[in-house]
């Protein structure tokens, strides 16, 4: 009798353990959720304008400096150091080591950036032009474009075209440009040249792809040059420095 007592009681003992460990089991949570950050690939799009009208290369018309119509036949240039900041400037996305060519060859390109986090912005930052290092290299140093692109490289010593401006202007004030006018040639080279840009617009990137737009407004890019009496310039004269301070006005909010 005494045994059979024991043997129940244990039996019981046992039951109420394993009911309390099955209950623990079942409100253990487990190890916590890990939250995740959406990544997304952001790609940069130019838009080029004429003030609030549309321009095509090649055929539409700008001013220069001296009031003569000229038309852009080709205009290209390079951007580094490209990155999303907030509105005081502070970067907080950014694209180590991507270089950007803009060619008005392809005006309607979508240059793929890199992946970030997803989030607000509230400005773009960009360098107009290469950083030393880089311009110190050639075309045969790189494996991938632009800068494996002989044609942007104006040599050793100068490095590569950081902005090359190419069009024909009405030399004869007749208010046509026509093939009998004469063209001009304008490339901006070496470290004098590099500038910084800020623009500022409230924007996000977000899902699995994201376009930053940026606007270029092409109607002062010959803003303070008399193209009829200097047709082609190469380096980093007077010249050239108004055109990269053109250049900077020209990149704005889309």
């Given at each position: 009798?005494?045994?059979?007592?024991?043997?129940?009681?244990?039996?019981?003992?046992?039951?109420?353990?394993?009911?309390?460990?099955?209950?623990?089991?079942?409100?253990?949570?487990?190890?916590?959720?890990?939250?995740?950050?959406?990544?997304?690939?952001?790609?940069?799009?130019?838009?080029?304008?004429?003030?609030?009208?549309?321009?095509?290369?090649?055929?539409?018309?700008?001013?220069?400096g001296a009031g003569r119509d000229a038309i852009i036949t080709r205009m290209r240039f390079l951007?580094?150091?490209?990155?999303?900041?907030?509105?005081?400037?502070?970067?907080?996305?950014?694209?180590?080591?991507?270089?950007?060519?803009?060619?008005?060859?392809?005006?309607?390109?979508?240059?793929?950036?890199?992946?970030?986090?997803?989030?607000?912005?509230?400005?773009?930052?960009?360098?107009?032009?290469?950083?030393?290092?880089?311009?110190?290299?050639?075309?045969?140093?790189?494996?991938?474009?632009?800068?494996?692109?002989?044609?942007?490289?104006?040599?050793?010593?100068?490095?590569?075209?950081?902005?090359?401006?190419?069009?024909?202007?009405?030399?004869?004030?007749?208010?046509?440009?026509?093939?009998?006018?004469?063209?001009?040639?304008?490339?901006?080279?070496?470290?004098?040249?590099?500038?910084?840009?800020?623009?500022?617009?409230?924007?996000?990137?977000?899902?699995?792809?994201?376009?930053?737009?940026?606007?270029?407004?092409?109607?002062?890019?010959?803003?303070?040059?008399?193209?009829?009496?200097?047709?082609?310039?190469?380096?980093?004269?007077?010249?050239?420095?108004?055109?990269?301070?053109?250049?900077?006005?020209?990149?704005?909010?889309?």
């Open positions: 009798m005494l045994m059979a007592l024991r043997s129940l009681a244990f039996l019981t003992l046992c039951t109420a353990l394993g009911m309390l460990g099955c209950k623990k089991e079942d409100d253990d949570p487990g190890p916590a959720a890990t939250a995740t950050t959406e990544q997304v690939i952001v790609k940069a799009y130019f838009l080029p304008r004429e003030g609030n009208d549309s321009f095509i290369f090649g055929s539409s018309y700008i001013p220069d951007i580094t150091d490209l990155r999303l900041t907030d509105a005081s400037a502070n970067p907080i996305r950014t694209f180590p080591g991507k270089v950007i060519l803009w060619d008005s060859n392809d005006p309607t390109a979508q240059i793929t950036l890199g992946t970030v986090d997803a989030g607000s912005f509230g400005g773009i930052a960009m360098t107009l032009g290469l950083d030393d290092a880089n311009n110190a290299l050639a075309p045969g140093d790189f494996m991938e474009p632009p800068l494996s692109d002989q044609t942007l490289y104006a040599g050793a010593g100068n490095g590569y075209r950081f902005y090359q401006l190419e069009g024909r202007t009405d030399a004869n004030s007749d208010g046509i440009v026509s093939a009998s006018d004469p063209t001009f040639s304008y490339t901006c080279i070496t470290s004098a040249m590099r500038r910084s840009d800020q623009i500022y617009y409230a924007s996000e990137v977000a899902g699995a792809m994201s376009t930053v737009n940026i606007g270029l407004d092409v109607r002062g890019l010959l803003n303070g040059v008399d193209v009829v009496a200097d047709l082609s310039e190469v380096g980093a004269g007077a010249l050239n420095a108004q055109l990269m301070s053109n250049l900077q006005t020209a990149i704005e909010e889309p």
